[in-house]
């Protein structure tokens, strides 16, 4: 070989780099971060001292099912988390006893989450399992009915777990703070001692049912078997082998797209609330996000720093410390987990996207928010490039 | 024997022109000096204290609610007490704020104030803004962060 085709070759070598397209430290750094072998163990939660007690999780999960946990016994939690679609429905926006304004969102992990609902309204997993209960477009139920709907079906069954059911046979068949006027008038001609027997069994439905929902875990899938083996240097076999476009797709995911930012950790969430500036959906009532939501959980008598918590105070750091106000909790929404997503559209707090080429595409562009400030800035992506990231979240299905 | 010179000078011609690459890069890739400053321990803005930030439990785990502390000492060395602090901050390079809002919860002698309710959701370049009022006067100090 002559001495210009040798230089030649150095020079490309050089210019193009060497070898396999492969992941330099930083990026094998970033990826094995996000592989569901390092999610940590459940932490207890010191809330709920019936969250892992088995028969409270085996009462959830008969409430969870039932549909006579509703007015007219037609809704229960599993009309719209189905257990066999990753338990969402579907749909752009939850339809229960009436259609809501916001997306179903999946299960898997729930548990983990610091904060519950699109916009953190509830701080607790047991205390977001109530909401829906009396909310009129969901079970649309009072929590005085339920607590007699529970002492007639599964009195014998709570009373294992809880100890002894209050006496209610005083008590008005319907009753709520959160009800219709006639409900919310039964409530408050009630005893606080009365008021305070219910809320106590109706707290404890909540969790018994979070106690189920704690079960509910994210599986390893085709990406999880890629990271294992290129953290342990393995070569990849079959279907952990990620195609081109998807090693592309992945590259962009941590690198230039920048999704790893707020998809960050095994969950790929990082449990907080952004404005990425989704649009609203015309139709709906307006929907300012995290900024409305701040007040919900405060006044919500279920929440941490309410006398239905168990353990001590020590458990509300979350809510203690969290952001009250501000330019950045406007239209703010928490990020979703990014597992199993490509087989559950449609996408955003409201169902606006309805492929992941158009989440890919909002992204790209990133549009100004309608109000307060979207985080995110364009990133101009190819449609190569787009095409790629596709593939990749596809990896998280798989 | 012409053409070994032409092959040669070929050959020279090539290795410069690497070298001028290899330089434009070199030159214009960021250099660890210009990052920002890491030291957890300063004086503030007007002098007046000596502040060190330091997480409690000696780790930084991102995504976990954490206490740190901040130590507070007179430009003399005295511990500085009853101190009034405010925490604020931000990922300068995301122009977002914090996803919590941190506190001074207690004093724990010495100049050592617990600051609670540190959270860090992303990696990156974070900002914590401390003010601090005490009978020596007010001041404010920044530490960053890169996770």
Redesign the interface.
């Known amino acids: 070989m002559s001495v210009a085709c040798l230089v030649a070759l150095a020079a490309l070598a050089l210019l193009g780099g060497c070898g396999e397209p492969q992941f330099s430290d930083a990026e094998k750094k970033t990826i094995a971060s996000l592989a569901l072998n390092t999610l940590p163990s459940l932490k207890p939660d010191t809330t709920n001292q019936y969250a892992d007690v088995p028969a409270a999780a085996a009462l959830g999960s008969t409430l969870f099912f039932d549909a006579g946990m509703s007015r007219g016994g037609t809704v229960s939690c599993s009309t719209c988390h189905k257990i066999d679609r990753q338990f969402q429905d579907d749909l752009p926006q939850a339809v229960g006893v009436g259609r809501t304004n916001r997306r179903t969102m999946p299960l898997a992990g729930v548990a983990r989450n610091p904060w519950f609902f699109w916009d953190g309204r509830r701080d607790s997993l047991w205390a977001q399992a109530l909401t829906p209960l009396e909310n009129p477009l969901e079970q649309a139920g009072n929590r005085a009915a339920f607590a007699h709907y529970i002492k007639k079906r599964f009195g014998e069954r709570y009373e294992r777990i809880f100890g002894r059911l209050p006496d209610l046979s005083t008590a008005p068949a319907n009753a709520s703070p959160l009800g219709s006027d006639a409900e919310k008038a039964a409530w408050n001609a009630m005893p606080a001692s009365q008021q305070d027997d219910i809320n106590r069994v109706y707290a404890n439905i909540g969790k018994a049912i979070a106690a189920f929902e704690r079960s509910i875990e994210p599986e390893q899938t085709r990406f999880d078997r890629f990271a294992i083996d290129l953290a342990t240097g393995a070569k990849p076999e079959g279907d952990a082998a990620l195609s081109p476009e998807e090693i592309l797709g992945l590259k962009l995911f941590i690198g230039k797209a920048n999704c790893v930012t707020c998809h960050n950790g095994p969950r790929f969430t990082d449990g907080a609330f952004h404005n990425t500036g989704v649009p609203p959906v015309d139709g709906l009532p307006p929907d300012r996000g995290r900024v409305d939501a701040v007040a919900q959980v405060q006044a919500d008598p279920f929440n941490c720093l309410g006398k239905f918590r168990d353990g001590d105070e020590s458990a509300c750091r979350e809510l203690r410390f969290m952001v009250k106000d501000g330019p950045q909790i406007m239209r703010a929404y928490k990020t979703p987990s990014l597992r199993g997503a490509a087989d559950r559209p449609p996408y955003m707090h409201a169902g606006q996207f309805s492929t992941l080429d158009e989440v890919v595409a909002h992204y790209s562009k990133a549009p100004p928010s309608v109000e307060g400030v979207s985080e995110v800035h364009p990133l101009d992506l190819s449609d190569r490039e787009r095409a790629a990231l596709v593939a990749f979240l596809k990896t998280l299905s798989d | 024997m012409a053409s070994i010179w032409r092959?040669?000078l070929?050959?020279l011609g090539?290795?410069a022109?690497?070298v001028g690459?290899?330089a434009v890069v070199y030159l214009t890739l960021p250099h660890s000096a210009s990052g920002p400053d890491l030291s957890r321990s300063k004086k503030t803005a007007n002098g007046l204290f000596v502040a060190s930030f330091e997480p409690e439990r000696g780790v930084i785990r991102?995504?976990e609610?954490q206490s740190w502390l901040l130590t507070l000492k007179t430009a003399a060395g005295a511990p500085v007490e009853g101190a009034a602090i405010t925490v604020s901050g931000g990922m300068p390079q995301?122009?977002?704020?914090?996803?919590?809002?941190?506190?001074a919860t207690d004093y724990l002698g010495e100049g050592r104030y617990r600051i609670?309710?540190v959270?860090f959701?992303?990696?990156?370049w974070w900002q914590l803004h401390f003010g601090i009022s005490a009978a020596a006067g007010s001041d404010s100090v920044v530490f960053n962060i890169v996770l």
């Open positions: 092959y040669i070929a050959g090539l290795a022109l690497l690459i290899v991102q995504g609610l995301h122009n977002h704020g914090l996803p919590t809002s941190p506190q609670d309710g959270k959701t992303m990696s990156g």
